[in-house]
T-cell receptor
Framework: DSGVTQTPKHLITATGQRVTLRCSPR?????VYWYQQSLDQGLQFLIQ???????AKGNILERFSAQQFPDLHSELNLSSLELGDSALYFC????????????FGPGTRLTVT | AQKITQTQPGMFVQEKEAVTLDCTYD???????LFWYKQPSSGEMIFLIY??????QNATEGRYSLNFQKARKSANLVISASQLGDSAMYFC?????????????FGGGTRVLVKP
């Protein structure tokens, strides 16, 4: 158990809908990262937050947005969902002030039908 | 831009034998980190080992060691004394240590199946 929690574990929804994925980082970690793992694109970085501020952005679609709250949990919002958005979405966190590794949560498997 | 290449899509290894997973990378970054993660069939991503580009010694963590050859831009993972529980996908990743963000760039992965 990495200490990173993600809810829900599975999500099935229809095209055009909007969903919210939630992540709680390890205790004390200030950075939160979101990654998408799909069969055709592999594992891709989406976005990073550090202590509530956006720190880095990857290939995140405009239909997707994220935020990190004062209690450091993060939410990834996916809207106008398409079939191609079906993927495993990971949240990760990294230690404050040193340590380079990122600890991943169990992921949320999103299926868009 | 960073790129990670894992040329072995899948491989079999006999239990108790060692296996080497290949990883080559391409980057113009001066200071970077290399990582290996394991993804079992249950789906979670498990951090295995880290190597910094300026580390003089190869990293080791238990049965995992990283064979880092900077001039060849390779960072191969060696798993010694394979166990059935080592059957999983393995991903090589890298990160620019000087960038403002800490994003990881991943390779395509290698699937390892340990045979009893």
């Amino acid at each position: 158990d990495s200490g990173v929690t993600q809810t829900p574990k599975h999500l099935i929804t229809a095209t055009g809908q909007r969903v919210t994925l939630r992540c709680s980082p390890r205790s004390g970690d200030l950075s939160v990262y979101w990654y998408q793992q799909s069969l055709d694109q592999g594992l891709q970085f989406l976005i990073q937050y550090y202590n509530g501020e956006e720190r880095a952005k990857g290939n995140i679609l405009e239909r997707f947005s994220a935020q990190q709250f004062p209690d450091l949990h993060s939410e990834l919002n996916l809207s106008s969902l398409e079939l191609g958005d079906s993927a495993l979405y990971f949240c990760a966190s990294s230690p404050r002030g040193g340590g380079y590794e990122q600890y991943f949560g169990p992921g949320t498997r999103l299926t868009v039908t | 831009a960073q790129k990670i290449t894992q040329t072995q899509p899948g491989m079999f290894v006999q239990e108790k034998e060692a296996v080497t997973l290949d990883c080559t990378y391409d980057t113009s970054d001066q200071s970077y980190g290399l990582f290996w993660y394991k993804q079992p069939s249950s789906g979670e991503m498990i951090f295995l080992i880290y190597q910094g580009s300026y580390d003089e010694q190869n990293a080791t963590e238990g049965r995992y060691s990283l064979n880092f050859q900077k001039a060849r831009k390779s960072a191969n993972l060696v798993i010694s004394a394979s166990q059935l529980g080592d059957s999983a996908m393995y991903f090589c990743a890298m990160r620019d240590l000087l960038a403002a963000g800490n994003k990881l760039t991943f390779g395509g992965g290698t699937r390892v199946l340990v045979k009893p």
